[in-house]
Structures are given as structure tokens and as C-alpha cells.
């Protein structure tokens, strides 16, 4: 049996002591350590690149009905919490998970943060699907010691071309080219340097760039790469280049300065709906309300995934859910049943882009019941998404641009979000309507 979960080390050799060493202070949650909440305690389950089979699905939802409050609640990484938890629950949880496959190393179950396009092979967008780089990055990850010591907030990113996954900000991006190419990306978004890497070759130049970074971080307080002093930062890709043997980015070809998205127009959030590929299946995407799964919701999507689809799904870092592999027919009456559950299957629905922290009262911090607020403010869907946070930390907030609604003692502050620049915001106080009506506006939604 597992050692159960706790905040502290209960002996040197558990896995708990293991995991509370690694990342200098760093508190991110997991699903050995968990963090306490006004609701109860909650687990992190690390999902790579958000990918679950239907088995793996059920017991997920059996121990948040089991052990929780009866939901799975996604995250900004395509990852689930299990809120509600009590403590003493810890060993059994630990036990399910590791039955599950879903807790492969006790050492590094806080750093297999990795996301991925979720519809990279399905839509015949990007350059051939990600699965042999998902696996092999994870079973590289769990098999370094060194990297046991990443934050919980390190992140990996896994694009098939699409250009998705720039706006997550992820620390290190491998970014499929055609022809077989690839591209390292070392720091968040566009300002990353980009190397080029052999396809073949590229889930292992990730794991080097990764140790690279800890040993130029030096300071495990650092656990991110933008959190890099800037001489450091400037090092770290030709310190990558030497280890991974690569040319350095002085001596890169021109023409190798990074591959392209293969379709800009498709990057971000995929539409909820169906996307039917070369093969002739379809994929479903559906949006979640909220990031979170009911009992109901998620054996709707279990059943699809089982009986319609591939056995498999697959977590958004939209808190949206993708069910691959259905035919036409099974896919049209699929989501008919997944909209009656109450999930997002088209554009048009009033929480399509809507998202918000757990607020009051499950969190201490918060100042609102956020969820009731922006429920209470659903119109027709805008053209920008929203997130609505119960204090300044803002947990789980979406990245690229967005409408960004805070709970402050004055009020619930609007502002437009576009990268790192944030626009002139507004204030509005104690008034509900004139609250709906500015994140409308501020969304590009007309009266």
C-alpha cells in the first residue's frame, strides 16, 4: 500500500517525502500531495497530454463518487481534480490510480505536465497525430531522476503543426513540421528560441532541454523558464544544442528558424461539434460548463468513448472533452445525447468560452461565489472567452486574449486580456445586470 497522502514527509524513503523534496517550496497540488480547500482536500491526477482510456475514465469517476464531491473537475492543462477529498482516503486513492495506470512513478507524478493538440491526427489539420512523442517523452520523464525535481508548474507542450498549444505558454514546445521536421521551442509562446530536431530524436531533446534547465536554474525556487535571469535564460538553448547534439542557434540554417503552423486559422480552442478526418471517422469535441464533469456528464462520454468511438478520450486544456473515432451516424446521435447531458456541442451555446475558478465556497481566498455569478450572466456566446476569478490570483485562467473578471473589494474588474498587455479596466459594483451587460460588451457581444 501506498503511503498515504499528506503536505509533509512522513518518512524518508515514502513517496510522499519524495515528492515534498522536489520543486523548493513549490505547493502545486497532486495526487500525493494534496492541497486543503474550504470544501475538503484536493488531488491533481496528471493526465499527458490529456489522453484516458474509457477504463481509466471509471475510475476516475468512481473515486470522486467514492471519495470526493461526485465530479471531475478539469484544468487549464487538460488534467482532473478530485475535490472534497478527506485525508484518510489518501491510500486507497493512491492504490486506484496506480492500478489505473495513472500514477506510473510516485517520484515524478507532479511533473508529467504535458499538453498536446488534442485533435492532431483526427481532422487531417497539423502534421499526423502525437501519440509516439506523448509516450515516449512520458516514459522519458518518469525514468530520469533528475527530472523528478521539475515543478509542478513545469510544462511541456506537444503541437501537431496547428500552432494550438502557443498560447499555453508551456516552458518547452515540440512543434511538428512537414516532411518529417520538427522544432524545439525553449521558453513560452512565440518568444521562444526554436531549435530544429530530428522527429525521431525530439521527446528526448525535450527531457534534455528540461534537465538543462534545472542545472543552469541552479535556485529551486525557479521553476519556470521565463523565471530565468536573462543572461541564463539566453544560455540555456545552446546549453540544449551541446546536450542534445544539435547546431547550436547561431549556426541554424535560415530556413530552419521554425516550423510554421500548418494552418494558423486553426490554432487555439477547437469549436465543440463534430470534425470528421481523412479516414472518414469523426471526432467529437465537446465543452464542459464550468471545467466540471458530473457523474451524469462523464458516463454520457464514457458510453460514447465505449460503444460509438476508439475506447478513448481525451481532456482539453479548454476543459472541453474530444471522443475520437465514431462513424457519421453515430456521431450525429452521439451529441444530440451529450447536449441533453447538459455539455457544449456547438458554438452557439451561452457557456461556450465561459469559465471560472471554484470561488466561494470551496476556496478561502475567493471573495465571490464566482460560478453563480457568471451563470447568472450567460447571454448569447461572445466572440472572446471569459474567466471569472474570485481573487487576484486568477487560478487557472485561460492565456492568449481573453476577458479577465476579478472579485475585489470595489467590485468585479473587467479587462481585456491580449497577451502580456491588459487594456484600461472597469469597475462595476454591486449590481448584477450592469455587471452581465459590461462583460457583454467587453466580449463583442451586441444588445
Known amino acids: 500500500m501506498l503511503a498515504a497522502m499528506s503536505a509533509t514527509a512522513d518518512s524518508p524513503g515514502s513517496p510522499v517525502a519524495a515528492v515534498a523534496r522536489n520543486g523548493g517550496g513549490d505547493a502545486c497540488p497532486g495526487a500525493l500531495r494534496l492541497h486543503r480547500a474550504d470544501d475538503g482536500a484536493l488531488a491533481r491526477v496528471r493526465i499527458p497530454g490529456g489522453v484516458l482510456t474509457a477504463d481509466q475514465g471509471r475510475v476516475l469517476l468512481d473515486a470522486a463518487e467514492r471519495l470526493g464531491d461526485g465530479a471531475l473537475h478539469l484544468t487549464s492543462r487538460g488534467n482532473v481534480q ?5 485525508r484518510e482516503h489518501g491510500p486507497e486513492l493512491s492504490e486506484l490510480l496506480v492500478a489505473a495506470g495513472l500514477l506510473p512513478s510516485v517520484h515524478h507524478e507532479r511533473a508529467r505536465n504535458v499538453v498536446a ?12 497525430g502525437l501519440r509516439s512523442w506523448l509516450v515516449e517523452l512520458d516514459a522519458l520523464l518518469c525514468g530520469s531522476e533528475r527530472a523528478a525535481a521539475l515543478s509542478g508548474r513545469f510544462l511541456f507542450g506537444l503541437d501537431d503543426g496547428r500552432g494550438d498549444m502557443t498560447a499555453l505558454g508551456a516552458d518547452l514546445t515540440l512543434l511538428a513540421g512537414p516532411d518529417g521536421r520538427a522544432t ?33 536554474a541552479a535556485d529551486p525556487g525557479i521553476w519556470r523558464v521565463s523565471a530565468l535571469p536573462e543572461d541564463v535564460r539566453a544560455a540555456l538553448p545552446a546549453e540544449v544544442a551541446r546536450r542534445a547534439g544539435l547546431l547550436p542557434p547561431a549556426e541554424r540554417p535560415a ?15 477547437p469549436a465543440p461539434g463534430a ?3 481523412p479516414d472518414g471517422r469523426t471526432a467529437l469535441h465537446v465543452g464542459v460548463p464550468m471545467g466540471r464533469l458530473t457523474g451524469g456528464r462523464w458516463r454520457a462520454l464514457l458510453e460514447t468513448a465505449e460503444h460509438h468511438g476508439s475506447g478513448e478520450l481525451r481532456c482539453t486544456p479548454w476543459r472541453g472533452v474530444v471522443v475520437p473515432g ?23 451555446s451561452p457557456w461556450s468560452g ?94
Do not use: M, N
Not at 192 to 216: H, K, M, N, Q, S
Not at 326 to 348: E, H, I, K, P, Y
Not at 377 to 395: F, K
Open 255 to 269: 530556413q530552419a528558424e521554425q516550423a510554421s503552423p500548418s494552418d494558423p486559422a486553426a490554432a487555439g480552442a
Open 275 to 277: 470534425v470528421t478526418g
Open 326 to 348: 465514431l462513424g457519421a451516424a453515430a456521431a450525429r446521435q452521439a451529441l444530440d445525447s451529450l447536449a441533453g447531458a447538459g455539455l457544449v456541442t456547438g458554438a452557439g
Open 82 to 86: 478530485l475535490r472534497g477529498l478527506r
Open 354 to 447: 465561459v469559465g471560472a475558478c471554484v470561488g466561494r465556497p470551496g476556496c478561502a481566498k475567493s471573495l465571490a461565489d464566482v460560478r453563480a455569478e457568471a451563470e447568472a450572466a450567460l447571454g448569447p456566446a461572445g466572440r472572446l472567452p471569459v474567466y471569472w476569478s474570485g481573487c487576484e490570483r486568477r487560478c487557472g485562467h485561460p492565456h492568449g486574449e481573453w476577458i479577465d473578471v476579478v472579485a475585489t473589494p470595489e467590485g468585479r474588474r473587467i479587462t481585456h486580456v491580449r497577451g502580456d498587455t491588459r487594456a484600461t479596466p472597469v469597475t462595476v459594483r454591486d449590481d448584477p445586470a450592469a455587471l452581465a451587460a459590461a462583460v457583454a460588451a467587453a466580449r463583442g457581444i451586441r444588445a
Open 184 to 216: 524545439l521551442r525553449i521558453g513560452p509562446g512565440d518568444t521562444g528560441t526554436p531549435l530544429p530536431v530530428p522527429c525521431a530524436a525530439a521527446p528526448r531533446a525535450a527531457l534534455l532541454a528540461a534537465e538543462a534547465f534545472l542545472d543552469l
Open 117 to 128: 493538440s488534442p485533435l492532431a491526427g483526427l481532422d487531417g489539420l497539423g502534421h499526423g
